[in-house]
Nanobody
Framework: QVQLVESGGGLVQAGGSLRLSCAAS????????MAWFRHAPGKEREFVAQ????????DYADSVKGRFIISTDNAEKSAYLQMNSLKPEDTAVYYC???????????????WGQGTQVTVSS
């Protein structure tokens, strides 16, 4: 059973940085695509970034491109989201997800973590 556990969320001032971590277990992650989605109050869940665990190809939503960096670490069996130059509009619950398809479609990801809250104050 695949399990994803996020950590690293919190409260930060605008312009600050946070690093989200996602500890993965229960699967052979070399064949997976890892991604981050976020869900802000009153909005639909939206794609943030994705990465092929084996190969490292990355893709970012326009709203975070140049500010966020997604990565994986085989030894740690973890995925990360480094978030820089944070804005109040980045406030949301951030979810680590895993799937087999390289896609921005939320339906492509079968495995979800519990989410971690990120709050950016102005």
């Amino acid at each position: 059973q695949v399990q994803l556990v996020e950590s690293g969320g919190g409260l930060v001032q605008a312009g600050g940085s946070l690093r989200l971590s996602c500890a993965a277990s229960g699967g052979t992650f070399n064949s997976y695509v890892m991604a981050w989605f976020r869900h802000a109050p009153g909005k639909e869940r939206e794609f943030v970034a994705q990465i092929r665990w084996n190969g490292g190809t990355t893709d970012y939503a326009d709203s975070v491109k140049g500010r966020f960096i997604i990565s994986t670490d085989n030894a740690e069996k973890s995925a990360y989201l480094q978030m820089n130059s944070l804005k109040p509009e980045d406030t949301a619950v951030y979810y680590c997800v895993a799937g087999y398809l390289y896609s921005r479609d939320i339906g492509a990801y079968a495995y979800w973590g519990q989410g971690t809250q990120v709050t950016v104050s102005s």
